[in-house]
């Protein structure tokens, strides 16, 4: 069609819907569009709808390749019938890439785009509108993205996945608009790519003797040949690699291996020990960069992996080094010398700089997480930060391109719900929405900044994943919340019509066989306090859709007539708050409850020993800081929060003045134990009173019950309760006796 003929019609169409929707609201297409509008039923779905395009050759084969795969059964127009569906793709539109306009009449549909990619999402929407419908609405919908890059991360090391699993994946993820999977092939658990010039990385280093990777650590991370009786692990040949990259390619997704280097390593150095410092296996998981056969079996391993995979990057890891070793060896200390680096930051950096190199003279660049940043950063590399958003933000400042993907709000792996109700994961929580509020590139970074934020990624780590089916049910929904955050214009997300929407989703995706969590079923509480009141602020919380939130106040259990939750719910004095989720057609949630306390101890002054302050090398352990145990500020079920205050490898030993006698009956603190982070409850809990800050008398001693101790996760209080007792001063101790982390977030005194 004419172009101009085309935006012709387009504003006709226009105008047409706003004369005649009235009623016209956002569609349900996730990611929200840039703007959309549909209005009520016009077109019939036929049965198999036919479809003419003006694709070039080699985009139509692609098409007509991936069309057995889309829910809608298309077929190519046979010549002189009327299409159902018109498909545009002209370079010279005035969109940008993976850019379309779609519009529904009850003349047809047409998909108009300036490449193929937005062809191609065009149709991904277009499937959404036409979802479990015998007709589609008026539509008028334009959209693109909001940032190039919009990544999943796939762990094969840890647990290794078969390619119908990654393919499977594929196709869900470019329906919403995932438009790079980031392969992790290599790391310390396994070797997972065929390198036919160094064959003992899958025939030794690709198989264990142990399945979960929690057994393989504590039997001493040993590999074994591969025809070991019982041994756990797999590769990819060159034609997995091959059939993924062009199922890929075909829903428009570019796989980006990585091969990690210098560190994550151990199984290079089992299977080749010539290349780590002792020249000996199972002595280190760092490659030793003072030998030149390092650099020489990394160039064979990337030849191969350029060979296979045409994606412009090369993902080259360079995280989580230790280097120790490099300290201790005399060709990494004689390197540092001859080349002039000074320290092991900058031997790591050289590394990193000359892999660059290699790759660069290939017409490729480099990704590398943010430790690449230490020591210098190479020339053209590309900054994935994973530890917080400072390490992107340092990159693009210094003009190298950044994708966000920070632990706090990306990690898949980590659980998303209540620990203690989720299967075994790794760290704090990540819920649907902690990911979904997530902005990688704001307007205060300015414009010059945030340019080369160029991608947002979601990374699911395997290290607790043992099956495909728990992969599944880590990714989603999650990574749709994170879809939404790299396609769709800040202005356009919406928290609400998220919630009805993913909730639609979720249902939608179990339905056609993926594995996805189904949401919380629990409120999720937020305590507030007002000062100038002395109440707490409670508020409540729900990812389900549609729903509603009961509650009570005097500890029963909430009914179908009880409260309705409309915003939050003051509580003086102390009060448990018990409330649950009331869904259509399903019976209630399971009851939540949180205790509630205006105590006597907020705003008071707290005094910690000498030996027992709080952790201050991450300021978001530090909560509060000196006030943050009398703050009346009680934590969530994630530590990183801010309403948690860490303890590593110190007690807690503090001293709380109430600024005068007072009878006391009641003093508790809450903490966590989360075992993969390594958070463990206390041991033990003394306290003591005193009238003068002089004598001291003891109240109470409290211990974690032998479930709750040995729990991979759990959240309890302890302390003492009892008849009242005249006192000003509190100390309260918690002793560990592990040297590990340990949480409380408020010593409650009533």
């Not at 139509?60 to 069309?67: I, V």
């Not at 193929?116 to 919908?141: E, K, T, V």
């Not at 006391?664 to 809450?670: F, G, L, P, Q």
């Not at 101790?709 to 001063?729: I, K, M, N, S, V």
Request: negative net charge; contains cysteine; aromatic residues 10%.
């Amino acid at each position: 069609m004419n172009l101009i003929r085309h935006f012709s019609a387009l504003a006709a169409l226009i105008l047409c819907l706003t004369a005649t929707m009235p009623g016209a609201r956002a569609t349900d297409i996730t990611p929200a569009p840039l703007s959309a509008e549909i209005g009520a039923p016009c077109l019939p779905i036929p049965e198999a709808p036919a479809y003419r395009t003006n694709m070039n050759a080699a985009d139509l084969t692609d098409l007509k390749a991936y069309l057995p795969s889309y829910p809608l059964k298309l077929r190519q127009a046979n010549y002189g019938e009327r299409p159902w569906l018109t498909i545009n793709v002209d370079s010279c539109a005035a969109m940008g890439p993976e850019a379309y306009l779609l519009t529904v009449s009850d003349s047809g549909v047409t998909v108009t785009a300036a490449d193929a990619a937005g062809a191609f999402y065009g149709l991904q929407s277009l499937a959404m509108l036409a979802r479990d419908s015998d007709s589609l609405p008026a539509a008028n919908i334009t959209d693109a993205p909001r940032l190039p890059y919009r990544g999943a991360h796939m762990d094969v090391s840890r647990h290794f996945f078969g390619i119908d699993h990654i393919m499977k994946q594929l196709d869900l993820l470019a329906a919403y608009k995932i438009n790079r999977l980031h392969w992790h092939l290599t790391d310390s658990e396994g070797w997972r790519l065929e390198i036919p010039s160094r064959p003992l990385l899958t025939e030794l280093a690709a198989w264990r003797p142990q399945r979960l990777y929690s057994d393989w650590r504590k039997a001493g991370r040993r590999y074994c040949p591969r025809d070991s009786a019982g041994a756990y692990g797999g590769y990819y040949t060159a034609d997995d690699v091959r059939r993924v990259v062009e199922y890929a390619r075909l829903r428009h997704i570019t796989v980006i291996p990585e091969i990690e280097m210098p560190g994550h390593s151990a199984e290079v150095c089992a299977a080749y020990p010539e290349l780590a410092c002792s020249g000996k296996p199972y002595t280190q998981g760092e490659v030793c960069i003072g030998r030149e056969e390092t650099f020489d079996f990394f160039k064979d391993v990337l030849d191969e992996v350029m060979r296979l995979f045409p994606s412009h990057y090369i993902h080259i890891g360079g995280d989580e080094a230790s280097r120790r070793h490099w300290r201790q060896c005399p060709m990494c200390q004689q390197r540092i010398r001859e080349e002039g680096l000074g320290d092991e930051a900058g031997l790591q950096s050289y590394m990193i700089r000359r892999i660059e190199a290699y790759v660069n003279s290939h017409g490729r660049d480099i990704i590398g997480w943010d430790e690449i940043l230490d020591g210098g950063l190479a020339p053209h590399a590309t900054v994935m930060s994973w530890r917080n958003v400072d390490g992107g933000i340092r990159a693009a400042r210094m003009g190298h391109d950044a994708i966000m993907t920070p632990e706090e709000f990306c990690y898949l792996d980590h659980p998303q719900d209540d620990p203690s109700t989720q299967p075994k994961a790794f760290g704090s929580p990540v819920t649907l929405f902690k990911a979904y509020s997530f902005d990688p590139a704001p307007d205060s970074l300015g414009t010059d900044v945030a340019r080369h934020i160029i991608g947002v990624q979601g990374n699911n780590w395997a290290e607790y994943i043992p099956t495909p089916e728990h992969s599944e049910y880590m990714l989603y929904p999650r990574i749709i919340a994170l879809a939404e955050v790299g396609w769709s214009q800040p202005a356009r997300k919406d928290e609400t019509s998220f919630r009805r929407r993913i909730n639609d989703e979720i249902r939608h995706i179990r339905s056609i066989g993926y594995n996805a969590f189904t949401l919380s079923p629990r409120v999720a509480f937020t305590q507030d306090v007002d000062y100038a009141r002395r109440c707490i602020l409670v508020s409540m919380a729900t990812e389900r859709h549609p729903a509603d939130i009961r509650y009570t106040t005097d500890g029963s259990e909430p009914t179908a007539s009880s409260p309705l939750y409309t915003g939050p719910v003051s509580i003086e004095g102390s009060a448990t708050v018990t409330a649950r989720i009331f869904q259509p057609d399903s019976l209630p949630g399971p009851c939540t409850r949180i205790r509630a306390d205006y105590h006597k101890a907020i705003g008071c002054s707290v005094v910690y020993a000498d030996s027992c302050g709080y952790y201050r090398d991450r300021k978001v352990y530090m909560a509060g800081g000196d006030s943050a145990l009398t703050d009346g500020l009680r934590g969530g079920k994630t530590y990183t929060d801010g309403r948690w205050q860490g303890f590593c490898p110190n007690s807690l030993d503090v001293t709380i003045d109430l600024g005068s006698v007072t009878e006391v009956s009641h003093v508790m603190a809450n903490f966590m134990q989360m075992r993969t982070p390594l958070i463990f409850l206390p041991a033990s809990v003394d306290i003591w009173a005193s009238t003068d800050g002089k004598h001291y008398r003891l109240l109470g001693h409290d211990e974690p019950e032998g479930s709750e101790a040995e729990a991979d996760a759990c959240f309890t209080e302890l302390g003492w309760h009892g008849d009242p007792e005249p006192a000003r001063y509190i100390r309260f101790r918690a002793t560990q006796g592990r040297r590990q982390f340990m949480f409380t977030d408020e010593i409650v005194i009533l």
